[in-house]
């Protein structure tokens, strides 16, 4: 008697989830494209803002955007100790 009274719960709760995922399911989608909207727009409205819009170089241009300094920032760890220099060894016979 036990296992079927916990057969017929396992099978309402089975149906319950699925009547209620059809309610909700688009309204919980429509939710998460609208926040992932929002995060674009947000992450290409704070890439804009910082100079407005680049200029295109010109076909053969080079641009450099890492200059020594930001090389510097990026190889420093967290806590300002550098984290080295890399050298190649030639080994000698």
Not at 68 to 91: A, C, H, L
């Amino acid at each position: 008697m036990q296992l079927l009274r916990t057969i017929a719960f396992i099978v309402i709760f089975y149906y319950l989830f699925r009547f209620l995922a059809r309610m909700f399911g688009p309204m919980l989608f429509r939710y998460a494209s609208k926040k992932a909207q929002e995060k674009y727009q947000e992450q290409h409205r704070n890439r804009t803002q910082g100079g407005g819009r680049r200029e295109m170089p010109q076909e053969g241009e080079v641009v450099i955007e890492n200059t020594p300094e930001n090389i510097r920032k990026q190889r420093t760890s967290k806590s300002g100790k550098k984290v080295g220099e890399y050298i190649d060894f030639e080994e000698i016979d």
